[in-house]
């Protein structure tokens, strides 16, 4: 049985302390990237196909621009480290760090042991839209991914073409693993364009329809050689569902940019954090 102490006011009282105060945290030299993107070059383009998944690759000292192209559609963005698959986007760390949703100016971290920045957003068109009165915002680090096994636990059937399973797929195609050797490598995403939020009355996880459209985009400075894969997510616009065959869907563009040569002066990619590893022993 639950019963209300007496001081229950009084502990709901006490002021929050943040986790983690950035301001030590090393700052990404936007003048200097914004200055390497006035002059840089679309070297490539790749489609992810609705309801399906695409590879891509950037080098370090690259940009990558995602963008809605014919409709409102989300994304769901595994990054990777090009040469070491081991090395990955960690959600939960940079949730930690810049907050429930990014834009520009905060930066995509990867796990532990590296721990180091692997992409920083430099453009955001949907940075207008804040903090909405349900408590919703867009390009959020706190959902995981649709997937199959959450959907037969709920749902029952087998969905293949959820978020997870197009990450895995794409993975498996550009690397030649299989299926069973890819889907471990598939982590907790980047939200691209997606509209979440938590309720206030029963801190449930939502989502609402994006507020993109067309000419929308979110583009990344990639600060060491990358490997991703972007899902366009059965549920479209997420307004209603997301795992979904009848959700209006639409493909998403990822372009690599290329700076001109020497734009980047003497910039390098980060070294691996500098924790000894030790552990105390």
């Known amino acids: 049985m639950c019963t209300t102490p007496d001081d229950a006011d009084a502990r709901r009282a006490i002021p929050p302390v943040i986790c983690y105060p950035v301001e030590t945290l090393p700052q990404p030299d936007m003048a200097l990237y914004l200055a390497a993107r006035a002059g840089a070059k679309v070297i490539e383009t790749v489609t992810a196909a609705p309801r399906d998944a695409a590879s891509f690759t950037v080098p370090a000292g690259h940009f990558f621009r995602i963008s809605s192209v014919q409709g409102p559609q989300v994304g769901d963005l595994n990054l990777w480290n090009a040469n070491d698959l081991t090395e990955r986007f960690f959600s939960g760390k940079t949730r930690a760090l810049h907050g429930t949703h ?3 100016g905060d930066r995509l971290w990867s796990n532990l042991p590296h721990l180091r920045p692997m ?15 349900f408590g919703g915002s867009v390009h959020d680090v706190i959902g995981t991914r649709c997937d199959p096994y959450t959907h037969n636990l709920l749902s029952g ?28 490598h598939v982590h907790d995403v980047l939200n691209v364009f997606m509209c979440t939020g938590f309720t206030r009355d029963t801190g449930q996880y939502f989502m609402k329809a994006s507020p993109v459209r067309p000419g929308d985009y979110i583009e990344f400075f990639a600060e060491i050689d990358l490997l991703g894969a972007l899902s366009a997510c059965p549920g479209g616009d997420c307004s209603s569902e997301h795992s979904s065959d009848t959700a209006a869907c639409y493909p998403l563009q990822i372009d690599i940019l290329r700076p001109a040569e020497g734009a980047l002066g003497t910039w390098q990619p980060p070294a691996a954090n500098g924790y000894d590893r030790s552990h105390g022993r």
Not at 160 to 178: F, K
């Open 102 to 104: 990014v834009t520009t």
């Open 119 to 133: 992409a920083t957003v430099t453009h955001d068109t949907l940075g207008w839209y804040g903090i909405d009165q």
């Open 157 to 184: 059937g087998q969905y293949h073409h959820c978020c997870h399973s197009n990450l895995t797929r794409a993975l498996s195609d550009h690397t030649g693993l299989s299926l069973a050797e890819a889907e471990p």
